[in-house]
C-alpha cells in the first residue's frame, strides 16, 4: 500500500514540475485554416509538431477574417488578456494579413498599429513571434505586399520579437503558386504545409526556448 501511495504522490508531483505555455494566436482566416480540407492551417500543423515530454501547451486562436492592423490592434489585447494567467508562460503568436494594401492604409500607419501591439505585449513581459503576410498570384498586389512585409519585419526586430518572413520565400515558389491556383486564391494543404515549415523551421523552438527535434 505504502509503495503505491509513494507512486502516485511522485506522478502527482512530475505532473506539477511541467513546463505549461499559453500560446495566444491572433490573426486573419489562414490564422484559423481556411482552405485547408483539414482544418488544420499552419498553426494546426506546428502545435502537432511541437512536442516536449516536460511541457504542455495550451493554445487558443483568435481569428477574424478580412482584418487589417488597425482592427487587429483595436481587438487584440482585449481578446487576448482573458487567454493569459500569471500562472503560466505567456507567448503571443500574431499571424499579420496583407489586407491593409486593400483598405488604402499607408505603411506609416501599418508600422504604427503593429508598434502598439508589441509595446503592449512588452510591457506585459509577453514574448511575441510574428508570422508575416504571404504572399498572393497577383504579381503588382505582391510588390506593394512586400513593402508591407519589410516594415512589419523592421518593426518587429526593432522590438525584439521574431519575425517569421514566409512572403520572400513563397512568392515565387512554384508549389505555393500551384497550391493557390487549385484552392481559389487560398492555400490548400500543400501551401499551409509550406507556411508551417518556415514557422518551425525559422526560430519556432528557439522563440519557446525548446531543443530543436532531431532530424531523424
Avoid at 122 to 127: G, L, T, V
Avoid at 183 to 204: C, D, E, F, T
Avoid at 206 to 216: H, N
Amino acid at each position: 500500500m505504502l509503495t503505491a501511495i509513494h507512486l502516485i504522490t511522485q506522478r502527482k508531483a512530475a505532473k506539477l514540475e511541467l513546463r505549461t505555455i499559453r500560446i495566444t494566436a491572433i490573426g486573419d482566416e489562414l490564422l484559423a485554416g481556411h482552405g485547408d480540407p483539414r482544418g488544420l492551417g499552419w498553426f494546426g500543423r506546428v502545435m502537432a509538431r511541437t512536442q516536449d515530454p516536460a511541457l504542455r501547451l495550451q493554445s487558443f486562436v483568435l481569428a477574424a477574417p478580412a482584418e487589417g492592423s488597425e482592427a487587429l490592434a483595436e481587438r487584440w489585447l482585449g481578446e487576448a488578456s482573458r487567454r493569459f494567467s500569471d500562472q503560466f508562460e505567456n507567448r503571443l503568436v500574431i499571424a499579420l494579413s496583407d489586407r491593409d494594401v486593400d483598405l488604402g492604409v499607408s505603411t506609416a500607419r501599418s508600422r504604427l498599429n503593429l508598434a502598439n501591439i508589441l509595446d503592449s505585449a512588452s510591457q506585459m513581459n509577453i514574448k511575441a513571434l510574428l508570422v508575416g503576410p504571404a504572399p498572393g498570384l497577383d504579381d503588382a498586389r505582391n510588390d506593394r505586399v512586400a513593402e508591407l512585409n519589410r516594415v512589419y519585419a523592421d518593426v518587429a526586430m526593432r522590438r525584439n520579437h521574431h519575425y517569421v518572413d514566409t512572403f520572400a520565400p513563397l512568392r515565387t515558389h512554384a508549389q505555393w503558386r500551384a497550391d493557390l491556383n487549385a484552392s481559389g486564391g487560398v492555400p490548400g494543404q500543400a501551401g499551409y504545409g509550406l507556411m508551417a515549415w518556415l514557422v518551425l523551421h525559422r526560430g519556432w523552438y528557439s522563440w519557446l526556448q525548446l531543443p530543436e527535434p532531431s532530424a531523424g
